[in-house]
């Protein structure tokens, strides 16, 4: 049987692992300067913890794990024959893989209150899963970072994770554009077209003006059944571009509408402060289609890449209420691992230093030598420098050529005449070059 990869996963080189390292390096960096400490979930849940948090759409795409046994025993050849997938979906899966970080740590919130002080600032990079349809940059199992500050309801957070993005993506020297809402303009919208008990069909559609454009929103709205009169004056709205200032006339009747103004208003004056290399963009489009959404969102798409987003987040006021928690708000970004390292790939943005290769392996010319060169490999290693010993006496090409697979910049050569010796030779295979050296000077060496 041939070996191969389940449909949207991947496998990952040394080198590839070493690039991802690198970019999960600079967000643990820049996550922990504010205070933000790490923590792990398991990587499945019981299925009732995640259903019904994402929406309709987001609950298909939940990788769900069968019960242990004879999970058939228990469903009838009603059942069977109704071919009902949500009836049977519950009767043969009790777990699923999260699909998220962010219920996965409203539940962990809940669950240890009394041991955590509050606000409570964590990140988490970790894997998800998702059935969704793989194409370029969306895979059905994919890395997420993030970021989450839950028990306090103050604004500075959001501005804080604003800043968070930008600091880290100018790090990594990637040029970004955060758009940013609130979901209380939407909801302002939402009333004054009279569609307020369609809010989440609403929602949904307008999360899909990226994928669809401007006819396809609408076309949506058609079908989730939204009055004609609202999604004509809706696709007006999307043809002007509404500014904060045309929303603040289009709003003044709606109170939510006007205290989802208020905040987007603070973050943004407070935000613009700071900011290095990013851009931060009002865009009332922005609906962020998961339901916890309550507030302030956020979503960012890397500049001069067609990736779609590398990361998004929000404001959300109760979702540690579904797990028993109550009154206690919660605001969160998470960075894309995945297609921000396929944007650095594309825009050549790497480091060359980031691949940590052998910086130095030793030729085996027989056990003698052998015993000789490992004592050179221990001291280097005992001096933080990358080392290796060749691990059989193989033919020298044979050696060499494996140097050149694994990209080691030099070799060292400890024969019968450089066991007892001070300096030994060492090749600079890139140039052929081969000069003796002490310890202390292949440290300088091939340390830069």
């Keep these: 049987m041939k070996p191969s990869l389940a449909k949207g996963t991947r496998d990952f080189s040394a080198i590839e692992v070493q690039k991802r390292q690198y970019i999960m390096n600079v967000l643990r960096e820049e996550f922990e300067l504010r205070g933000y400490d790490p923590i792990e979930t398991p990587s499945f849940e019981n299925l009732e913890t995640l259903t019904g948090k994402y929406g309709e759409e987001g609950d298909r795409l939940i990788f769900k794990i069968l019960r242990s046994g004879d999970f058939t025993s228990k469903i009838d050849e009603g059942a069977w024959a109704n071919k009902d997938a949500k ?9 699923a893989l999260r699909y998220d970080l962010t219920v996965p740590f409203a539940r962990y919130v809940v669950q240890h209150q009394n041991e955590i002080a509050f606000p409570f600032k964590r990140y988490q990079m970790q894997p998800v899963w998702r059935a969704d349809r793989p194409q370029k940059g969306r895979f059905r199992e994919f890395y997420q970072c993030d970021a989450d500050v839950v028990g306090s309801d103050s604004l500075w957070q959001e501005v804080e994770l604003i800043h968070l993005y930008d600091a880290a993506f100018t790090r990594l020297g990637l040029g970004a554009t955060i758009k940013v ?37 609408l076309d949506e709205m058609t079908k989730q059944g939204l009055n004609s009169t609202a999604i004509a ?16 006339a289009l709003l003044q009747d709606s109170e939510e509408g006007k205290i989802g103004l208020e905040e987007m208003n603070f973050v943004l004056t407070n935000a613009v402060e700071g900011l290095q290399d990013s851009r931060l963009v009002f865009d009332f489009t922005l609906a962020r289609g998961l339901n916890y959404y309550t507030g302030t969102i956020f979503e960012v798409a890397a500049d001069g890449v067609a990736m779609g ?5 929000g404001r959300y006021a109760d979702l540690t209420s579904i797990f028993g928690l109550k009154n206690t708000s919660g605001v969160g970004i998470s960075f894309g691992l995945d297609r921000i390292y396929l944007c650095l790939e594309e825009l050549d943005l790497f480091p060359e230093a980031v691949a940590g290769k052998a910086s130095i392996l030793f030729a085996n010319f027989g056990e003698a030598e052998a015993a000789s060169a490992y004592g050179w490999v221990q001291k280097l290693v005992a001096n933080g420098v990358r080392a290796e010993l060749y691990p059989d006496a193989a033919k020298l090409k044979k050696q060499f050529d494996f140097a050149d697979k694994k990209q080691v910049p030099y070799m060292a050569m400890v024969g019968t005449n450089e066991m007892a010796a001070d300096a030994i030779p060492v090749k600079n295979l890139a140039t052929g070059a081969q000069e003796s050296k002490t310890l202390e000077e292949i440290i300088a060496l091939v340390r830069g």
Excluded: C, P
Aim: net charge negative; hydrophobic share 50%; no cysteine.
């Design 87 to 95: 009836t049977l979906g519950a009767k043969v899966a009790d777990k």
């Design 181 to 217: 809402n609130n979901r209380k303009i939407l909801a302002g919208m939402a009333e004054v077209l009279g569609i307020s008990d369609d809010f989440v069909a609403f929602t949904v559609a307008i999360d899909k003006l990226d994928k669809v454009g401007a006819s396809g929103v």
């Design 233 to 248: 004056t809706f696709g007006q709205w999307l043809e002007a571009g509404l500014t904060l200032e045309a929303l603040s």
């Design 309 to 313: 987003s590398v990361g998004g987040g």
